[in-house]
C-alpha cells in the first residue's frame, strides 16, 4: 500500500509548511498554533472547542485539546479535513476557543509535563511517556 507505519516509540516526523496560510485536502491532518500564548492558573483548567462554524464546513480541530492547571505556552492544534473539498485556512482566523474550568480548589500538581513552555505547532512527544523511555 506504500503506507508509512508510524512506531509510537519513536518520534515522529513532520513536515512545515511555509507562509501564512495552507490548503488542507479532504482527508488530511496537520498541526497548527495559536497566535496566543497560554497561561493557566492553579485553580483554573481549560480546553479547546473547534468553532461552530468551522465546524459545519467540515474542519474538526484538536483531539487532545485539555490545558492542566500550570500549563504555559502557545495550544498546539490538530486539525483535520472531514470536507471532500480542499480547505484553505489562514493565519489569524479565528477557529476554536478556550474554555476555562474554575476548580473547587487550587491544583496541588500543576503541569510540568513535556509540553510546558512549548512554541509554535508542537508535535507528538508521546515516544517520551515513561511506559516507553523508561
Known sequence: YGLKVQDLDEEPEYEEIPGDECVLMPGNFCLATSVERIEVPNDLAGYIEGRSSIGRVGLFIQNAGYFDPGFRGQATLELYNASPNP????????ICQFVFIQLTS?????????????????????????????
Request: proline share 5%.
Open 87 to 94: 480547505l484553505r485556512i489562514k493565519a489569524g482566523r479565528r
Open 106 to 134: 487550587p491544583s496541588e500538581n500543576p503541569y510540568h509535563g513535556k509540553y510546558l513552555d512549548q512554541e509554535g505547532a508542537t508535535g507528538s512527544r508521546i515516544h517520551q511517556d515513561r511506559e516507553v523511555s523508561g
